[in-house]
């Protein structure tokens, strides 16, 4: 008989250790350059700790592509967790509404998300896009007539988004002012928590009332398909008015990212001259834009690990608070040869910009439209369109979690 041999199990492999916590204060930001810090986290890992300014504790830091892609994608990774907790954040309030879209799973989403996704179909956006066109020309019309040279963000820049998403929401023109005040205030990390508190009240008061005020409407406006939903009971009134706000702040970012486009073509003669001479060539332009600009201050909300998650050999333990960045994936050269550098004619469709996953943008139909008129118009219309000032005295918004010039002075 053979001798039996026994063999002991060494110890356990141990796990590997955790990468340090990065302080990442959100400091000036020049122009439209690629957040220093950000690139710096991109280098040490495709998972790194970060520690924002507010909040409590540290988040995990997703930048690859492909796990961004995944992360967001993954029901393990819960917004409706994060909502309830105080994670590590870049804005200093944080009291998100119950039954906003941002922060719901599955299949809560799903219910939100279709009660107002009839106003943000393919076939709504050419409804539109003449209203869109109108609207436009008027802008262009006015600024033209005033002569040059102009604040290209204040007379086209700010107010057609402005206008679009109010033809949208179906918010009255004299009412259109008060609500982007609100809105820019709420963006904004430099009034504190009272004034964004402050506009917020204002904000979400004037849309509950007018869902009360709509109950009965036919309209495909937003407002009135959520009064429609409210009455048949598919949605509560504070669901109604948590789903419609953040929509309405949306256009802040086709201002902020049309503003950042317009800088780098203003500021850059062989991109410019690109898109006058050959027209055919904008949209995929676009798409790179899209991907190049860098839409905001450091990272977006956060989620929550709702079970164990092993990603890159690192154990993401069930409660542990989970970022990605949309930027960082935008600059991954896996997927994006030479990254940091404009190429309009590279294939930049795989860009998530507008996110991925059940959060990808609601109006990203309508943001592309929207940009697609202010290149074509302005290009068209005003053939020498330049900066007035040198690039370095454009001011750019700063303490603002959505990133954009502030002015931008141009000439004709």
Aim: hydrophobic share 40%.
């Amino acid at each position: 008989m053979a001798e039996e041999t026994t063999t002991l199990a060494g110890p356990p492999s141990p796990e590997p250790a955790l990468p340090p916590v990065r302080d990442w204060h959100a400091g000036p930001l020049v122009g439209t350059e690629f957040e220093p810090v950000l690139a710096e986290l991109m280098r040490e890992g495709p998972l790194t700790r970060i520690r924002l300014p507010h909040g409590e504790g540290w988040a995990w830091l997703a930048t690859r592509h492909d796990d961004v892609k995944t992360i967001t994608n993954d029901p393990r990774f819960s917004r409706a967790e994060a909502a309830v907790r105080q994670v590590t954040r870049l804005a200093p309030h944080f009291a998100p509404r119950p039954g906003a879209l941002a922060w719901a799973d599955q299949p809560d989403h799903n219910r939100l998300r279709h009660a107002v996704s009839a106003a943000y179909t393919v076939s709504a956006v050419k409804r539109l896009r003449p209203r869109a066109q109108e609207m436009l020309d008027v802008l262009v019309d006015d600024m033209v007539r005033d002569g040059s040279p102009a604040d290209l963000v204040a007379r086209v820049l700010e107010p057609f988004p402005i206008s679009v998403v109010c033809e949208v929401m179906g918010v009255p023109e004299d009412e259109r002012r008060k609500l982007h005040d609100w809105t820019r205030e709420i963006i904004s990390t430099a009034g504190g928590a009272d004034a964004a508190e402050l506009a917020k009240k204002g904000l979400f008061g004037w849309i509950g009332q007018a869902v009360r005020d709509r109950r009965d409407s036919d309209s495909e406006d937003v407002l009135s398909l959520l009064g429609g939903a409210v009455r048949r009971g598919e949605l509560g009134e504070e669901e109604a008015v948590s789903v419609a706000g953040p929509l309405q702040i949306g256009g802040e970012a086709v201002t902020n990212n049309s503003g950042q486009m317009f800088y780098l073509l203003l500021t850059r003669p062989d991109l410019l001259e690109r898109l006058r001479s050959d027209p055919a060539s904008r949209p995929a332009a676009i798409e790179e834009l899209l991907r190049h600009i860098p839409h905001r201050a450091a990272v977006g909300l956060p989620r929550i690990a709702t079970e164990d998650v092993d990603l890159h050999g690192v154990r993401i333990r069930a409660g542990d608070a989970v970022y990605v960045s949309y930027l960082a994936a935008n600059r991954d050269p896996e997927v994006f040869a030479d990254p940091d550098r404009i190429d309009f004619d590279r294939d930049a469709d795989a860009h998530v910009a507008f996110g991925n996953g059940p959060h990808f943008c609601t109006g990203a139909v309508f943001s592309r439209m929207q940009l697609q008129l202010l290149i074509d118009t302005l290009l068209d219309r005003l053939p020498g369109l330049r900066l007035a000032v040198p690039a370095d005295e454009v001011p750019f918004r700063q303490r603002t979690m959505i990133r954009g010039p502030l002015a931008l002075p141009v000439a004709w």
